[in-house]
């Protein structure tokens, strides 16, 4: 009987596993699509103020969304376990969080996150055409500097969120539960 539920436990996490692959690639393009429209349509007639702040949008989007991929699989559950016990706001959605710790950096880190990279990239490309357009030139080294400059503020920005990510995890799970407890999203 015990070899039955064993065999049942490892199909389950076989099919599970599909599933989420092909909710995870659902996800990615509706979210992609969605973040292009908009970045599109924030874009189209901008000027040079609303085109960094569209990027600088999507740079911190993806910072936040990886701070919280990394809190999530650092945070340890038991203070959660007390708050949900006293029926405190957020205590079940950070359980939830935490039970599911792989999927939520995976959305987070990879799905978000690299959605986010991608639309910054055309942001700045854009960036770039119009720059290079109103200078009348086509110059390579100013191309080469604003990609760089974007890869040093999007990867710092990283580097940092991390390291609050992990010193203060419980804090970064605990706001993140109490936003999706108010939005009745995760319940």
């Not at 699509?33 to 702040?53: N, P, Q």
């Not at 969304?65 to 079940?92: L, N, Q, Y």
């Not at 010193?167 to 605990?174: F, L, Q």
């Not at 539960?177 to 108010?182: D, K, S, T, V």
Request: aromatic fraction near 6%.
């Amino acid at each position: 009987m015990r070899d039955k539920e064993k065999e049942k436990d490892k199909n389950k996490k076989k099919t599970d596993g599909k599933g989420w692959v092909l909710r995870v690639f659902l996800m990615s393009v509706t979210l992609s699509a969605v973040l292009s429209f908009l970045s599109t349509e924030a874009l189209s007639g901008a000027g040079y103020v609303a085109a960094v702040l569209v990027l600088l949008f999507f740079i911190l989007l993806g910072i936040v969304f990886d701070m919280v991929g990394v809190a999530v699989t650092a945070a340890d559950p038991r203070p959660f376990h007390s708050m949900a016990a006293h029926k405190e706001k957020g205590g079940r959605e950070a359980i939830k969080l935490l039970n599911n710790a792989n999927r939520v950096s995976s959305f987070c880190n990879d799905v978000v996150g690299d959605i986010c990279g991608i639309v910054s990239g055309t942001t700045a490309a854009v960036i770039v055409t119009q720059l290079q357009h109103s200078l009348s030139t086509t110059s390579v080294l100013l191309s080469i500097g604003i990609t760089a400059l974007i890869s040093g503020v999007t990867i710092g920005g990283k580097a940092i969120g991390k390291n609050i990510a992990i010193d203060d995890c419980t804090n970064v799970v605990h706001r993140v539960a109490r936003i999706l407890h108010a939005l009745h999203i995760y319940r």
